[in-house]
């Protein structure tokens, strides 16, 4: 049979069974429910219902069309009627490292080595809305007919919707984000090129010192994989309180042992319990996307009492202005004088970490590591690192500011010790190379 005929076939099928009683129509209702949200037991139940219904129909011997980017007749038809359509092959294995998706209008795209990648199959409007509606099972409360949505599968994939009203006509956007990574080490992130394999030993002083860090750059630049892989570093017997926008990071999975404290919060929610972190006696704080002045307030009161570990992202092009633009992110909602707060800021952290992502080529890469501080009543940020793209080689400066010497001495001297000197030896390998 052809694709088209197959699908109908199956979909009268399983239609006129479920419709014998009204009992079993509202147990079919619930069923299709659970399996257009994915849950494994409803779909595996769907599909072999289809199987029978394709061995009853189909000749001896004849087999059904179907198309490529499934895996056999039974998976493309539940998922062409009631499933993913041709969104399912991004679930699967072959897949399996690609942390986008997404539709605009009947064309999808897979990120494939930070490019996004058209595919074959299209999805047409009436089976986009249809799959929206599926979607939104997943948040029962939403309503229908907002523009916007965003809510989470059960595997933590975040689905992001635009509808008509802020969208043009029939370009409607459905956008899948999970969070991928195989390994969480430096040595995997050396491996892919991101950083320096020559300064894993640096950066896993840096962790034992327990620097305050951020890690800044713009979307999909590998900034929270780094904060991710750091964060691996860290003493699991170490007490933690790691607060995020969306539910991305799986901290359970990446330190099972470790006593970690996973808050959801953003913006008013977050300036709500701020006072109660300012009183918890964790060891170390991580903001996992600093998105507004409320969570960068929050970062610096928590450095400033003298919280060490402290670990954050921001988004931000230019490294040198951190201080600056944090400070006017802070001013903007809490208020305050901008100069002042620029240099809590500043004495708030010891490092900021840029990363890009290379235009083109699909790749992450550490831009540079800076000091920051405040020097002379100033706030300050000097480069120990710099990428060169040309000559694809990281160039060091071996610095390290009197104050910040004496803080980590006191810190960790061992670890400071490892630090010295490997920061002295990158700046020598570096002139030499």
Not at 198 to 214: C, K, Q, T
Not at 216 to 242: H, I, N
Not at 306 to 332: C, N, Q, S, W, Y
Not at 363 to 386: F, M, T, W
């Amino acid at each position: 049979m052809d694709f088209k005929t197959a699908c109908e076939c199956a979909e009268r099928r399983l239609h006129a069974e479920w419709n014998e009683s009204a009992e079993t129509m509202s147990a079919a209702v619930d069923l299709q429910k659970r399996a257009m949200i994915g849950y494994v037991k409803e779909t595996r139940i769907i599909k072999e219902k289809i199987r029978t219904a394709l061995a009853e129909t189909a000749g001896p011997g004849e087999k059904t069309e179907f198309p490529s980017w499934y895996k056999d007749a039974p998976d493309a038809i539940f998922h062409e009627v009631w499933g993913l359509a041709g969104l399912a092959e991004w679930f699967t294995a072959a897949w399996g490292d690609s942390s986008s998706a997404k539709v605009i209008g009947d064309r999808v795209y897979f990120l494939k080595s930070g490019v996004m990648r058209l595919m074959p199959q299209r999805i047409e409007r009436d089976r986009r809305d249809q799959l929206i509606r599926a979607l939104l099972l997943l948040a029962p409360g939403e309503r229908q007919d907002k523009a916007f949505h965003e809510v989470y599968m059960l595997d933590g994939t975040r689905v992001t919707i635009f509808r008509s009203g802020i969208v043009k006509e029939g370009l409607d956007v459905i956008i899948f984000r999970r969070y991928i990574i195989p390994v969480y080490s430096f040595e995997e992130q050396a491996g892919r090129g991101t950083v320096p394999a020559e300064a894993i030993p640096l950066f896993e002083s840096m962790v034992r010192l327990g620097v305050n860090v951020v890690f800044c750059g713009s979307v999909r630049s590998a900034k929270t994989t780094f904060l991710s892989t750091w964060q691996s570093y860290e003493d699991p017997a170490l007490e933690g309180v790691m607060v995020e926008t969306d539910p991305e990071i799986p901290m359970h999975h990446l330190m099972p042992s470790a006593p970690i404290v996973q808050l959801i919060a953003d913006g008013d929610t977050l300036a709500g319990i701020a006072k109660n972190l300012m009183r918890s006696d964790a060891d170390y704080f991580i903001l996992a996307e600093a998105r507004d002045g409320i969570a960068l307030d929050t970062a610096v009161r928590l450095a400033q009492r003298g919280t060490r570990r402290m670990k954050m992202t921001f988004h931000l092009r230019d490294p040198k202005m951190f201080a600056a633009e944090a400070a006017t992110e802070i001013v903007r909602c809490m208020g305050g004088d901008i100069a002042k707060t620029e240099l809590r800021v500043a004495s708030s952290f010891d490092y900021v970490f840029h990363f890009v992502s290379l235009q083109g080529m699909g790749k992450k890469k550490l831009a540079g590591i800076y000091e920051v501080g405040v020097r002379d009543g100033s706030p300050y940020a000097e480069d120990i690192c710099v990428y060169d793209a040309a000559k694809d080689k990281w160039r060091w400066t071996f610095r390290i500011d009197a104050d910040r010497r004496r803080r980590f001495l006191s810190a960790d001297h061992t670890a400071f010790a490892v630090f010295e000197k490997e920061l002295q030896n990158l700046e020598i390998r570096g002139r030499l190379s």
